[in-house]
């Protein structure tokens, strides 16, 4: 029986809480937002001193600040490549003719 092996990164990405690599963290205001909520909120469950919820704020805001700004790398661009003439004529080859639909001629009478 073989041993039971990690998923390689080529195959499969690893478990994030903040997927960092989404554009939606990219704008520092986000970030900063989201920081200053969770930090408020870890500071709310302490002034109304709540130890359980207070332990779990407090940790997720040390997560959001560490992951959002200590060790945050904004996401990579996508580097734009020159188009290439052959793709444009297999996409005009791709597209079907449009034709209009001509309606059918209603020469029936109401009967009256």
């Known amino acids: 029986m073989e041993p039971l092996v990690m998923a390689d990164k080529k195959n499969k990405s690893p478990f994030y809480l903040i997927d960092t690599q989404s554009p939606f963290y990219k704008p520092m205001g986000v970030r900063l937002a989201i920081c ?5 909120w870890a500071a709310l469950e302490t ?6 919820w207070s ?5 997720c805001a040390v997560y959001c600040i560490y992951v959002l ?16 003439p052959e793709d444009d004529e297999q996409e005009v080859a791709a597209v079907p003719e449009i034709r209009e639909r001509e309606e059918p001629a ?5 009967k009256t």
Not at 36 to 40: A, E, P, Q, R
Not at 47 to 52: G, I, K, L, M, S
Not at 69 to 84: G, H, I, L, T
Request: net charge negative; charged share 25%; no cysteine.
């Open 106 to 110: 209603n020469d029936d009478k109401p």
């Open 47 to 52: 002034w109304h001193e709540d130890p359980f």
């Open 36 to 40: 200053v909520s969770v930090t408020l």
């Open 69 to 84: 700004f200590w060790s945050y790398k904004p996401p990579e661009e996508p580097v734009a490549r020159p188009p290439d």
């Open 55 to 59: 332990v779990i704020a407090i940790a």
